[in-house]
Nanobody, 125 residues
Framework: QVQLVESGGGLVQPGGSLRLSCGASGFTLDYYAIGWFRQAPGKEREGVSCISSSGTTYYADSVKGRFTISRDNAKKTVYLQMNSLKPEDTGLYYC???????????????????WGQGTQVTVSS
């Protein structure tokens, strides 16, 4: 069955970096766009970034210039490199499989049908 497993979260100081990984199994990663979302306590889950099957990328305004999404289809993994982290980046980060190849409505969670369990990112001094 379709599985997505996130890893790489942790505690980091403001200004620091983390790289999240999303391992995919049970489907051909090459054919799908993958998105990253996050949810802070008491807040709605929000879209962070998306990468299409061809490598086109999309970012929320709040992370543009700081986060970079990439994919390695051979390794069945999608990455989220997060630099210059801020306390407001704290949350549970999820990866999700889009309904198709493209990041249509890239940051709208209703376009995603399979989700991982999440990895916690905490930015604090």
């Amino acid at each position: 069955q379709v599985q997505l497993v996130e890893s790489g979260g942790g505690l980091v100081q403001p200004g620091g970096s983390l790289r999240l990984s999303c391992g995919a199994s049970g489907f051909t990663l090459d054919y799908y766009a993958i998105g990253w979302f996050r949810q802070a306590p008491g807040k709605e889950r929000e879209g962070v970034s998306c990468i299409s099957s061809s490598g086109t990328t999309y970012y929320a305004d709040s992370v543009k210039g700081r986060f970079t999404i990439s994919r390695d289809n051979a390794k069945k993994t999608v990455y989220l490199q997060m630099n210059s982290l801020k306390p407001e980046d704290t949350g549970l980060y999820y990866c999700a499989r889009n309904k198709g190849r493209y990041c249509a409505a890239a940051l709208d969670r209703t376009n995603y049908v399979h989700w991982g369990q999440g990895t916690q990112v905490t930015v604090s001094s």
